[in-house]
């Protein structure tokens, strides 16, 4: 294999843009497919480069039958990111957690004696208000929001920028009655019952989690269980 | 696909060892047959030395794939492993789980 195109790949991939590269399984040959752009010696024939196409679009690495034999396709998406609104306690572990868990992590947050350096070394930070930020970060289905800091002044405006975007999963920190409230408020905003519906809140799976650390495992879990949903449902015996 | 973080550690020990004049073979999961413990893209980096960082199974076919890593260093031909479910015979190299998997070994060339 050459290094060269793996790291093309990968590179590719971080800036945005996805690619494929293709391995035939008996020769080693192999071909990087960005878009319309390819580089590389494996030739593939149009039946070839649709199912390299399909696999990108399903974010699914497989293997292909070609006229030349087995073909690996391996599929380089965008890094998964995660946006969090409120530089609080919680925010700290949840943010180490998210970056283990592969995702590009920022955190949001106006008021800026939370979210600093200090409290949050070597993570992305920004202090400007949710919804300008999240539309200069433009969320999409590859992008988790959470809300921590239960300030209407502060989640309000960073659900309804998150509802108007692809973001495949949204949640707000909040107890029942909180929550209530907020989608009363959200619904006064214009937004309708199945779109307040995409906010999982209370947010994270029960667990009975009391710990900042302990809450982040239940958040995490969730935003898994959400990203892998189709997975999950394979799996549901008969 | 697999986590971002991994592949982005395990690239970088690949160029790492490159760099240094190591010669290296990268084995992936190609393939998965019911429960396998690591996805189709997993992967498992080896230098000249027997090092290895990544991984394409739970620790079970590790041992045999870095094997078949160095001899890939050294004839430089690519290799398609197949991987099955282990029976009582505990000295096998295989998969407790009950899955199968796919592993493909090739020689990294800078």
């Known amino acids: 294999m050459k290094l060269p195109l793996l790291q093309e790949a990968i590179a590719t991939a971080d800036a945005g843009r996805p690619a494929a590269l293709a391995t035939n399984l008996g020769s080693g040959l192999q071909i990087l497919i960005e878009g319309s752009e390819k580089k590389g010696t494996l030739a593939l024939d149009d039946a070839a480069l649709a199912a390299v196409a399909a696999a990108v679009r399903d974010d699914r690495s497989t293997t292909i039958d070609t006229a030349e034999g087995k073909v690996f396709v391996e599929v380089f998406n965008p890094p998964l990111r995660c946006m969090i609104v409120g530089a609080v306690h919680i925010a700290q572990p949840l943010a180490q957690m998210a970056a283990l868990g592969g995702y590009a992590v920022t955190i949001i947050d106006p008021r800026q004696a939370f979210a600093s350096e200090a409290r949050f070394p070597g993570v992305t930070l920004s202090t400007e208000w949710p919804d300008e930020a999240l539309e200069a970060l433009r969320p999409d289905r590859r992008t988790a929001i959470v809300t921590l800091t239960h300030d209407p002044k502060i989640d309000d405006p960073a659900l309804s920028a998150a509802l108007e975007s692809d973001a495949f999963y949204i949640g707000a920190l909040g107890s029942r009655k909180t929550h209530a409230a907020r989608c009363g408020r959200l619904s006064e905003a214009g937004f309708a019952q199945n779109a307040l519906a995409r906010i999982h809140g209370p947010v994270g799976l029960n667990i009975g989690a009391l710990s900042p650390a302990e809450i982040a495992v239940s958040i995490l879990a969730q935003i898994t269980a959400t990203l892998h949903a189709d997975r999950l449902k394979e799996r549901e015996p008969g | ?110």
């Open chain 2, 1 to 110: 696909m697999d986590s971002t973080g991994d592949r982005e550690a395990i690239l970088k020990q690949v160029t790492d060892w490159t760099g240094a004049g190591k010669r290296v073979a990268l084995a992936t999961v190609v393939t998965t047959w019911g429960s396998s413990p690591r996805p189709v893209g997993s992967k498992l980096a080896v230098d000249a030395d027997g090092n290895f960082v990544g991984s394409v199974s739970g620790g079970c076919i590790e041992g045999a794939v870095v094997l078949q890593a160095l001899e890939a260093i050294e004839d430089g031909k690519p290799r398609l492993l197949d991987f099955g479910v282990t029976n009582e015979q505990a000295w096998e190299v295989g998969l407790a789980c009950g899955g199968k998997v796919q592993v493909f070994v090739e020689r990294v060339e800078t």
